[in-house]
């Protein structure tokens, strides 16, 4: 008895080093809340300050002249939210690997990244042409869209609960893209709601 004890024992350290080896296990749940808290404070921005109101946003280009002084500050907002939210869950994760004795930047991490930035940079480059164009109805969508197909390109090689996050994303700009006045919204609950469920899901499933 006391025998296979000790192979389930052995095979459990085995299965568990193997998982370190092949996925990214140092990403932080509260990277996730707080990017979440960083999306509805920049949606409130928005909302209350540049005057950005649901229903608004339509298919129909606008003159790109007309929406650069409000479309530079939301550019601006937004990247103000992205560079804040990537900040945290770096210094998050870093944190967090020094924890497990393990370094943040190794061959999985690599791959994790390499798989996100295909379609981050894919769909950055699509919604400055989107906005070139004058076409700002379908940025919202497309943000969620391409940020859905990254975290579940990247969910391979981390937590499965980030390939659910990213269909979640791709369903709520899916949305988003039909009901385009509802953008802000889906926007809200998209990277602000979801992010802040997955993050405290992550702290309490692995972290405690």
Same mark, same amino acid.
């Given at each position: 008895?006391?025998?296979?004890?000790?192979?389930?024992?052995?095979?459990?350290?085995? +299965?568990?080093?193997?998982?370190?080896?092949?996925?990214?296990?140092?990403?932080?749940?509260?990277?996730? @809340?707080?990017?979440?808290?960083?999306?509805?404070?920049?949606?409130? %921005?928005?909302?209350?300050?540049?005057?950005?109101? !649901?229903?608004?946003?339509?298919?129909?280009?606008?003159?790109?002249?007309?929406?650069?002084?409000?479309?530079? #500050?939301?550019?601006?907002?937004?990247?103000? @939210?992205?560079?804040?939210?990537?900040?945290?869950?770096?210094?998050?994760?870093?944190?967090?690997?020094? #924890?497990?004795?393990?370094?943040?930047?190794?061959?999985?991490? +690599? +791959?994790?990244?390499?798989?996100?930035?295909?379609?981050?940079?894919?769909? =950055?480059?699509?919604?400055?042409?989107? %906005?070139?164009?004058?076409?700002?109805?379908?940025?919202? !969508?497309?943000?969620?869209?391409?940020?859905?197909?990254?975290?579940?390109?990247?969910?391979?090689?981390?937590?499965?609960?980030?390939?659910?996050? =990213?269909?979640?994303?791709?369903?709520?700009?899916?949305?988003?893209?039909?009901?385009?006045?509802?953008?802000?919204?889906?926007?809200? @609950?998209?990277?602000?709601?979801?992010?802040?469920?997955?993050?405290?899901?992550?702290?309490?499933?692995?972290?405690?």
């Amino acid at each position: 008895m006391t025998q296979e004890k000790d192979y389930t024992r052995d095979l459990t350290e085995i +299965r568990s080093m193997m998982e370190r080896t092949s996925k990214f296990l140092s990403l932080s749940g509260w990277a996730g @809340v707080m990017a979440g808290i960083y999306a509805l404070v920049g949606v409130y %921005i928005a909302y209350q300050y540049l005057g950005v109101h !649901p229903g608004q946003l339509t298919y129909v280009a606008t003159v790109p002249e007309t929406w650069s002084v409000t479309g530079t #500050r939301l550019i601006a907002l937004a990247l103000a @939210v992205l560079v804040l939210a990537i900040g945290t869950a770096v210094y998050l994760s870093y944190k967090k690997a020094g #924890r497990r004795s393990e370094k943040l930047w190794n061959g999985t991490s +690599r +791959r994790l990244v390499l798989n996100m930035a295909v379609p981050l940079v894919t769909g =950055g480059v699509l919604i400055l042409i989107l %906005i070139a164009k004058g076409l700002t109805g379908l940025i919202v !969508p497309f943000t969620l869209i391409f940020y859905g197909l990254a975290l579940y390109s990247a969910g391979q090689f981390t937590y499965g609960a980030v390939r659910v996050l =990213g269909l979640i994303e791709i369903g709520l700009g899916l949305i988003s893209a039909y009901f385009v006045g509802f953008g802000l919204y889906c926007w809200a @609950v998209g990277f602000g709601l979801f992010h802040i469920i997955y993050g405290i899901y992550i702290h309490y499933r692995y972290e405690q």
